[in-house]
């Protein structure tokens, strides 16, 4: 895995002009999972707005599958193969799951393939999507990006209003998505370790600042230095390196 899918360097971002996120890179391959981590208002929600479109950068570059993506609008970034999970999931509640799915359904035996990934759908086909359960809203959505075929999938809050144990059998389903279709994502994620457990690397976010970049194992086997790093506190300056400079 080296293609390197999405590159995002010295991006700065926020709204109106006002600066919420400052100076940040990483790079992305194919099959892997980055887990942008921090605490409400970090700048978090911010990354993934931007480098989908959906906010105009102040300055900085974004490249998705080798292609500039800033000021490109989010229809055209979805077509080159980028997927964007929002925090409020974003579903047509009066409609079926089935026909959620077909609304990004591009053809093909995708659809199929998302169901295969969270069979609990397959019974619930004709149910309206409000109707779900919270769980089932969040494998929805998911299943949702995954029918349009994406190469690199942005998912906010996954957790969000979810029980835990909901959240510990959706995580471990991404990782089987990255792993089985090269798939490169970035996961907002408010459960840290478990984010880590499924994630190849780890960027802390403070106050739109990079606390940390550091492959996933690492943060989540020196959990002083990653409560350091949220707290705003120093860390050790290896875990703060440049994204091309951290191993894979």
Do not use: C, W
């Not at 300055?59 to 964007?84: I, K």
């Not at 077909?102 to 093909?108: D, E, M, P, S």
Request: glycine share 8%; proline share 6%.
């Amino acid at each position: 895995m080296t293609d390197v899918v999405l590159r995002v360097d010295h991006l700065n971002g926020g709204y109106d002009r006002h600066t919420v996120l400052r100076d940040l890179s990483f790079e992305l391959r194919a099959g892997e999972i980055l887990a942008l981590l921090g605490p409400n208002g970090a700048g978090k929600t911010t990354t993934l707005m931007t480098v989908a479109g959906f906010l105009p950068a102040i300055s900085g570059s974004v490249e998705v599958l080798g292609q500039p993506a800033l000021r490109r609008p989010p229809y055209q970034l979805a077509r080159l193969g980028l997927g964007y999970v929002p925090d409020d999931r974003a579903l047509f509640k009066s409609l079926s799951v089935r026909e959620n799915l077909v609304v990004a359904h591009r053809g093909g035996s995708a659809l199929d393939m998302a169901l295969d990934y969270f069979p609990e759908l397959r019974k619930r086909l004709d149910v309206r999507a409000g109707s779900l359960s919270g769980g089932e809203q969040q494998m929805l959505v998911i299943a949702r990006a995954l029918v349009s075929r994406p190469r690199i999938l942005m998912i906010d809050e996954l957790s969000m209003g979810l029980a835990p144990a909901v959240v510990a059998k959706v995580l471990p389903v991404l990782r089987r998505i990255s792993d089985d279709l090269s798939t490169a994502i970035v996961l907002v994620e408010q459960h840290v370790q478990q984010a880590l457990a499924i994630a190849d690397h780890g960027l802390v976010l403070v106050h739109g600042d990079v606390r940390v970049h550091a492959p996933g194992s690492v943060l989540r086997d020196d959990p002083d230095q990653l409560e350091r790093a949220y707290l705003g506190q120093s860390v050790d300056p290896t875990l703060t390196e440049k994204p091309q400079d951290v191993p894979a």
